[in-house]
């Protein structure tokens, strides 16, 4: 093994010396209007402990109900991701104690769950669609919330809880390391921030992580290329945001294969990404984890989905982004590349949608809103949703510019000014003056003008140097306010010369 001397040189090296197989278990918080077994709101703005009842604070006697709406987004989701749905599926009590768990144990999915066998395609390192496996997806229940009091956690002498969260839905998707596994940080990237772009089209998750509505936990292991059989496995839990997830698989794999270099053993075990150190650290090992001890809910029946339910949930599936990609390119000749980002999120795809009918010209529109209208977003710190500009007054001065009514650049200023004061763009091309001039009497007379002005430079191009015209051009462009149709301006110059 030759020594290297860069950290990226030291990755290629690895990369080569072992392969790294990762696998996700996500939990996705449901964008529910009520609790999975009560009536409670689903509202994570509450004030504390504003939305509880004796079910979700698991008061003795208190019978749970299931959410019908919880069962659908779960089945929409495993539709989404390829999975099987099964006609029978029942909830299981997962036994644990934790001072934010009132029941002694978590309403979970354990033999049956409602989706199995799942995949999402994601692109592979090799450039070709992969289709990362799915086990399987099942429905359960959030746990409240430990508020620590003040101080850190170590050294405040009380604790709150928020019961809000309790019983809030959740899909668990779990990945499977025996199909398609994920082999690298950067598919591991890929894959989830499609999971999370999927989630939040098909409108079940908002999927914020820094809300905790997405979280995730990450099984990583390593062995020799072409080896058969998996080596042991580190899981990391709950990491925060996709760039905590990526450094923490970037260190996990570092720190395996450092073992193996050095002929000693991987343990299996949990581990925590220490947010402040960037490193994971021991958790529990495997004679630790625990043992929930699962059983079938007496609580609740069994659960039939009937083939007409199923059905139905996938007639009502949305277009998922993959097909956006396909259409856009397909029926509208938009480039792969910007078909993508503008499949992004689903409100900016719905805006564009919107603008098509109305638009001459797809391709200036795809423009329009990657270079321009993103622009002015950022600049506002706004998303889509709170975009001040509609589709129709948008459509209408891409139509402005691709007529020739007014030049791009005027255009641009007109945007600025939608976007400031929401007036329509036809008031404010008028109120500026920025129609494009196009009338050959009064173009000529500007060019003439600017040849008078600028004599020596007029000199020099009938000596026979070219280049200069382009300065010539442009101080007619000034002139005129940016309004002069350039090519236009740039033929008249080049037949007085
Ligand atoms: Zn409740
Ligand atoms: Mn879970």
Same mark, same amino acid.
């Given at each position: 093994?030759?020594?290297? $001397?860069?950290?990226?040189?030291?990755?290629?090296?690895?990369?080569?010396?072992?392969?790294?197989? !990762?696998?996700?278990?996500?939990?996705?918080?449901?964008?529910?209007?009520?609790?999975?077994? @009560?009536?409670?709101?689903?509202?994570?703005?509450?004030?504390?402990?504003?939305?509880?009842?004796?079910?979700?604070?698991?008061?003795?006697?208190?019978?749970?109900?299931?959410?019908?709406?919880?069962?659908?987004?779960?089945?929409?989701?495993?539709?989404?991701?390829?999975?099987?749905?099964?006609?029978?599926?029942?909830?299981?009590?997962?036994?644990?104690?934790?001072?934010?768990?009132?029941?002694?144990?978590?309403?979970?999915?354990?033999?049956?769950?409602? @989706?199995?066998?799942?995949?999402?395609?994601?692109?592979?390192?090799?450039?070709?669609?992969?289709?990362?496996? !799915?086990?399987?997806?099942?429905?359960?229940?959030?746990?409240?919330?430990?508020?620590?009091?003040?101080?850190?956690?170590?050294?405040?002498?009380? $604790?709150?809880?928020?019961?809000?969260?309790?019983?809030?839905?959740? !899909?668990?998707?779990?990945?499977?390391?025996?199909?398609?596994?994920?082999?690298?940080?950067?598919?591991?990237?890929?894959?989830?921030?499609?999971?999370?772009?999927?989630?939040?089209?098909?409108?079940?998750?908002?999927?914020?992580?820094?809300?905790?509505?997405?979280?995730?936990?990450?099984?990583?292991?390593?062995?020799?290329?072409?080896?058969?059989?998996?080596?042991?496995?580190?899981?990391?839990?709950?990491?925060?945001?996709?760039?905590?997830?990526?450094?923490?698989?970037?260190?996990?794999?570092?720190?395996?294969?450092?073992?193996?270099?050095?002929?000693?053993?991987?343990?299996?075990?949990?581990?925590?990404?220490?947010?402040?150190?960037?490193?994971?650290?021991?958790?529990?090992?495997?004679?630790?984890?625990?043992?929930?001890?699962?059983?079938?809910?007496?609580?609740?029946?069994?659960?039939?989905?009937?083939?007409?339910?199923?059905?139905?949930?996938?007639?009502?599936?949305?277009?998922?982004?993959?097909?956006?990609?396909?259409?856009?390119?397909?029926?509208?000749?938009?480039?792969?590349?910007?078909?993508?980002?503008?499949?992004?999120?689903?409100?900016? $795809?719905?805006?564009?949608?919107?603008?098509?009918?109305? @638009?001459?010209?797809?391709?200036?529109?795809?423009?329009?809103?990657?270079?321009?209208?993103?622009?002015?977003?950022?600049?506002?710190?706004?998303?889509?949703?709170?975009?001040?500009?509609?589709?129709?007054?948008?459509?209408?001065?891409?139509?402005?510019?691709?007529?020739?009514?007014?030049?791009?650049?005027?255009?641009?200023?007109?945007?600025?000014?939608?976007?400031?004061?929401?007036?329509?763009?036809?008031?404010?091309?008028?109120?500026?003056?920025?129609?494009?001039?196009?009338?050959?009497?009064?173009?000529?007379?500007?060019?003439?003008?600017?040849?008078?002005?600028?004599?020596?430079?007029?000199?020099?191009?009938?000596?026979?140097?070219?280049?200069?015209?382009?300065?010539?051009?442009?101080?007619?462009?000034?002139?005129?306010?940016?309004?002069?149709?350039?090519?236009?301006?740039?033929?008249?110059?080049?037949?007085?010369?």
């Amino acid at each position: 093994m030759p020594v290297t $001397s860069s950290g990226r040189q030291e990755q290629r090296v690895r990369d080569m010396e072992y392969e790294v197989i !990762i696998c996700f278990e996500v939990h996705a918080e449901l964008g529910t209007k009520t609790k999975l077994f @009560c009536g409670c709101r689903n509202d994570p703005a509450a004030p504390p402990n504003a939305n509880i009842c004796p079910v979700c604070t698991g008061q003795p006697g208190a019978l749970p109900v299931l959410n019908r709406r919880a069962v659908e987004y779960c089945v929409r989701a495993g539709l989404a991701l390829n999975c099987d749905i099964n006609a029978g599926s029942r909830f299981a009590r997962k036994n644990y104690f934790y001072p934010d768990l009132p029941k002694g144990y978590q309403i979970s999915q354990y033999e049956r769950p409602f @989706c199995e066998n799942g995949w999402l395609e994601i692109e592979g390192d090799d450039g070709r669609p992969y289709p990362v496996g !799915i086990r399987r997806i099942h429905l359960e229940e959030d746990a409240g919330k430990l508020v620590h009091g003040a101080g850190s956690f170590e050294t405040a002498d009380f $604790s709150l809880v928020d019961f809000n969260r309790a019983s809030v839905p959740l !899909i668990e998707i779990v990945g499977d390391h025996t199909r398609n596994p994920l082999r690298s940080v950067r598919e591991a990237r890929a894959f989830l921030e499609k999971m999370q772009q999927i989630l939040r089209y098909i409108g079940v998750s908002d999927c914020s992580m820094e809300k905790g509505q997405l979280r995730c936990d990450v099984n990583v292991s390593i062995r020799p290329p072409g080896e058969p059989g998996f080596g042991n496995r580190s899981e990391i839990k709950n990491m925060a945001s996709f760039r905590f997830v990526t450094e923490a698989l970037e260190h996990e794999i570092e720190r395996q294969a450092g073992l193996l270099r050095s002929g000693r053993p991987v343990v299996q075990e949990t581990r925590l990404f220490d947010e402040e150190r960037r490193i994971t650290l021991p958790m529990r090992s495997k004679e630790d984890a625990p043992d929930y001890r699962y059983f079938p809910d007496p609580d609740l029946v069994e659960i039939q989905l009937d083939r007409e339910t199923v059905e139905a949930v996938g007639r009502a599936m949305p277009e998922l982004p993959d097909q956006r990609v396909s259409r856009l390119v397909r029926d509208l000749d938009i480039p792969r590349e910007e078909a993508a980002v503008l499949t992004r999120d689903r409100a900016v $795809s719905d805006f564009f949608d919107r603008c098509t009918p109305l @638009c001459e010209d797809a391709t200036r529109l795809s423009r329009w809103i990657i270079k321009d209208l993103f622009r002015l977003l950022n600049q506002a710190g706004l998303d889509m949703p709170g975009c001040p500009i509609g589709p129709e007054p948008f459509s209408r001065l891409v139509n402005l510019v691709a007529g020739g009514e007014v030049t791009e650049q005027a255009a641009r200023s007109v945007l600025d000014d939608m976007f400031r004061t929401g007036k329509p763009p036809d008031v404010l091309v008028e109120e500026k003056g920025l129609r494009s001039i196009r009338d050959e009497k009064t173009l000529a007379r500007m060019v003439d003008e600017v040849l008078a002005e600028h004599p020596g430079v007029a000199a020099e191009i009938r000596g026979g140097r070219v280049e200069p015209i382009n300065f010539l051009v442009g101080m007619v462009m000034k002139k005129s306010s940016g309004r002069a149709d350039a090519a236009r301006v740039r033929e008249l110059l080049k037949e007085r010369l």
